[in-house]
Every structure is written in structure tokens, then in C-alpha cells.
């Protein structure tokens, strides 16, 4: 189910001051939502199916040699594939730079909890 306009809202108020309130929190989980980088994934799936490809040929030969270098271009591939873009990274710290300089004093924090804490509270009212 979609989010209403007034949820989404809601959301991105709360990603905005977790990104201010908790910046060591926000770079260790990863940073935000990166982009997707198409081209470093399908080349990482490519790299991985031509690594294991080649174990599969070092086995057959039993050529250690063989499979250890496949299980290489196996292993690059799949970092490849799984490494986060750099634009996903430079918006993420972007948008958190924005979001900090933007925002009020610190005796906000506490209005904002307590101002979600009343609409949870509320929100049976409401839909009634």
C-alpha cells in the first residue's frame, strides 16, 4: 500500500533529522539510499559467471591453478557488483549537508519527538 502525501511527508522529515541528529549512525549504515549502478552490476554478474566458469574448467583439468584464479575473477566480480555507486554516496552526504544547515537549534529535537508522538497517538482520531 502507498503512502498517503501527509505520510511521505512525515517520512522525510524523519530521514532529515536522522541525518542531522545522528550523522556517525547514518555514515556507518551506509549513508542513505545509493543509486544503483547499472554498469558495475552487469559487469560483476558477467565477471562472476566467467569465474565460475573457469573453476568449473579447473576442476575438470584438476588444475588447482585454474580454479583459484576462476574463484579470483569470481570473488572481483561479485565485489563488483555489490559495490555502492560513487553518485549514490556524494547525494547522500549532499542531501545530509543540506539537511543540517537547513535546520533550526537544537531545542527542536525534542518538539519534533514529541510532535510525532501526538500524531501516533492520533491517528485512530483521525481515520474515524
Do not use: C
Request: glycine letters at 12%; zero cysteines; aromatic letters at 4%.
Amino acid at each position: 500500500m502507498p503512502l498517503s502525501e501527509q505520510e511521505q511527508k512525515l517520512l522525510d522529515e524523519m530521514e532529515r533529522s536522522l541525518y542531522h541528529n545522528d550523522a556517525d549512525f547514518v555514515s556507518a549504515v551506509g549513508g542513505g539510499r545509493g543509486r544503483l549502478n547499472y554498469g558495475s552490476l552487469v559487469l560483476g554478474v558477467l565477471l562472476a559467471i566467467v569465474g565460475l566458469a573457469v573453476v568449473i574448467v579447473g576442476v575438470i583439468l584438476h588444475a588447482p591453478i585454474v580454479g583459484i584464479l576462476g574463484f579470483a575473477v569470481m570473488f572481483t566480480g561479485v565485489l563488483l557488483a555489490l559495490r555502492p555507486s560513487k553518485l549514490g554516496r556524494a547525494s547522500a552526504s549532499r542531501q545530509a549537508k543540506t539537511s543540517s544547515s537547513g535546520s533550526k537549534s537544537s531545542g527542536n529535537k525534542a518538539g519534533l519527538m514529541d510532535r510525532l508522538g501526538d500524531r501516533w497517538d492520533n491517528r485512530d482520531e483521525k481515520n474515524e
